[in-house]
């Protein structure tokens, strides 16, 4: 299935009249001048530089509201990363969510297991192949890295998407970004959608010309049963 981009090269610049120094003083959520314009300037950059994709799933980004600028390395962890460009990519709102829900979920399992065995909590970062020495400037090598970095890893070397929205993995960065971002999951939210496309089709030729379209990115069996599925619901219930 076609990916749209590989990885985000080159990684984009402060945009004009901003710098990182400028900028270290802030929180994320700051209402400062400085950071809502970098914010918006970044979230330009990097849509061009991903053709408009989800740095995890490839799917096309919609409007704003629902295009998060993902911190690779938790920023919550280590806030000096907040507004490095490299550790920013865009992604969409159902992998941003399961992102921080297997974050959540580690993050508890570590407390739990920290508690039982009476340790002091050592937060992970699940991005990280190592936790980083204090003041320690962002890993700039793709080994640093548990998971396909959008800037630093070729995404085909790693992972395949198969018709349907089904992810392989082809390494184990691969993999456990599939699973640490849930995107198997999407197949079912993408059959949803393909049934829902589809239903919106009236005559038969239309949905045809649906069909066509849809078999670029789901198999033809699949289609096939949400059209039966359609056809079998229009024959039940004739429109009033
Ligand atoms: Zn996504």
Known sequence: MDIGFDKISPTPQYPNGINAHQLSVYDWSSQAGVVLQFKTAIKKDLRDAQLGRCCYCRRLLFDDIATHIEH???KAQYPRFTFEIQNLALSCGTCNTQKNGSNKSLA???KKRAERQGNVLMPR???LAQELAPNSPLPSSPQSYRWVHPHLDKYSD???INKGWVFVG??????RTIRGVNLNALAQIERRALFERLATRGGKLSMFVGVMAELE????KEVAAVVAKLLWRRRNS???
């Open 72 to 74: 690779f390395v938790e």
């Open 108 to 110: 508890a399992l570590l």
């Open 125 to 127: 970062c699940p991005t």
């Open 158 to 160: 790693n992972i395949q």
């Open 170 to 175: 082809k390494t184990l960065k691969g993999s």
């Open 217 to 220: 990115r789901h198999r033809a």
């Open 238 to 240: 004739p429109p009033q």
